[in-house]
């Protein structure tokens, strides 16, 4: 075992180490793919109809081309389109082993030994090859963070205006990816920390910044352009989101708060179906918050205050939230943050794929009538938002008509845009059928979850990764810390809006703490240079 320890250690710095590694991770994924098939992930059918709008120069729904950035719905959705689901399952394959190969490649900056025991964690991790097994954003996100941690770990060995400028561009295309990705920006402390000069820190940081910005800077500028606002991606309400969903948002609170229950009452409950199944100002605001009535209530804003207020009623009112429940908000923070950081993520046991049909979550009417009021789904108090969030437009082309308590549909002022809207409805319909490919074997899958829940989670490798740093003192701890501090930062930017436990959004940024603790571990020890170890990648 010890001879073979040394030959691997010594193979760490050949040139055919990193082709050697991505063949074997490539091996390793596609014995797993026996069993565990790709299938489709968080919010597939958005990132579908987001890629089909993306030529549409003016999209018929507005909305759902800035609901996703471009780079996670382009890597979505081609594949699907020119090969189906078997090339997505190709690609998610080349994606899973281009990051083990990324993350070992970051490791080997601390010695051989950190770059083994990073590929072989991260292999050996069940979690972090089942979000490469669902085609959607997650997996995209986890390889960019990959290319984006190598990025930031060759700017600070060897630090350079050239180096830090491509860091920058690394975090602008992760944002790309998936907005909440943002804090990784956080990464400009290397420059700071940077073995150079002080001028020289101030010259990377520059050129970090200015590189981090033009792409979003230039996609906000094309939605602007396109459809009247300019923003990364519509509506990121997250502290009111936050806010609303865990009761916090009354119209006590302030002036802003009253504003929007006044509208509320008068504009939304007397509608359906609000109306048909009884909801009072009371139960909307102190006894039920969900999701439907938090999508009505960012149409609502639309609708009464305009498409380019910005929705500044509702962050009014979500500031007015936390400063009047400080404590709540921020003990709700911190539940989101630590059951985040204990979770993963599992692997549907797939179902044979079925001739296209409409897209789950397309807006269709609902079924029931007046004369019935069926129990509404998922334990909600009504059976649908008021109006999809789809129907917010610049010029209001696009309206939502109810029939009755439960019967609506959507209903287009332009011809061309409602035939578009069908089109797009089977389009994305036809290559969601695509998935999965085929079954594989749920008795497999079953113990491939069960492996992954006993994993061990985020939080482990963070503490640990802390406890090794802190007492070792391994070479260039101060990039360590800054890759795990951002994506803990990330981890807790989204627990700040996002109410629920995801593991989706955890697995892509766990290497980070993998390697916080590989390289604690592992990592050489004393003042070193600015070469990599062993000849490092």
Known sequence: ?????????????????????????????????????????????????????????????????????????????????????????????????????????????????????????????????????????????????????????????????????????????????????????????????????????AVFAIAFIAAAAVLPVAWAVNNRIRYHDFALVRGMNLVFGRAFLDGLVSPRNGPASAELARVVNERLLKQEPYRSYRITPRQFWTEVHSFRMLVDLNVLSDRVWGWDSDYAILKRAGREAVAEHPGKFVGGVIKTLGWDLLSTVAAPIPVPPTSASPAQGMPASAGGGP???????????????????????????????????????????????????????????????????????????????????????????????????????????GFLLTLAGAAFVTLLAIATGVGETVGEYVVPLVPAFVLLTTAGLFGSRGRGGTGPVASGP
Do not use: C
């Not at 958005?46 to 719905?73: E, H, M």
């Not at 002022?413 to 069908?422: E, I, M, N, S």
């Open 371 to 477: 004369e019935q009021l069926p129990r509404p789904t998922e334990g909600d108090v009504i059976p649908s938002s008021r109006e999809s969030r789809i129907v917010s437009t610049p010029d209001d082309s696009i309206k939502e008509v109810w029939t009755s308590p439960t019967v609506h549909n959507i209903v287009f002022k332009r011809p061309a845009d409602t035939r578009r809207f069908g089109e797009l409805n089977v389009q994305t319909a036809q290559l969601i059928s695509e998935l999965p490919p085929y079954t594989g074997r749920a008795s497999l899958i079953h113990r491939f979850d069960q492996a992954a829940r006993a994993f061990p989670p985020a939080i482990v490798w963070l503490l640990a990764g802390l406890a090794a740093v802190g007492i070792r003192r391994p070479r260039r701890s």
């Open 1 to 201: 075992m010890g001879s073979l320890l040394k030959r691997l250690e010594a193979s760490v710095s050949t040139p055919a180490a990193a082709p050697a590694l991505f063949v074997g991770a490539l091996a390793v994924y596609a014995l797993e793919s026996v069993a565990v098939p790709v299938t489709a992930g968080r919010d597939l059918q958005t990132y579908i109809v987001n890629y089909l709008q993306l030529g549409d120069w003016k999209a018929a729904v507005p909305i759902w081309s800035l609901l996703r950035t471009p780079l996670a719905s382009l890597s979505v959705g081609a594949p699907l389109e020119l090969g189906g689901a078997w090339l997505a399952q190709a690609l998610l394959g080349v994606l899973f082993a281009a990051s083990i190969t990324a993350w070992a490649r970051t490791a080997a900056y601390f010695g051989s030994r950190a770059a083994i025991a990073t590929a072989a964690v991260l292999l050996l991790d069940p979690g972090y090859s089942i979000l490469f097994h669902q085609d959607g954003a997650d997996s995209v996100s986890a390889a960019a963070f990959s290319g984006l941690a190598l990025l930031a770990a060759r700017a600070a060995v060897r630090p350079s205006t050239r180096r830090f400028a491509a860091v920058g561009l690394g975090v602008g295309l992760a944002t790309l990816v998936r907005p909440t990705n943002e804090p990784l920006v956080l990464l400009i402390l290397l420059a700071v920390i940077a073995p150079s000069a002080r001028k020289w820190k």
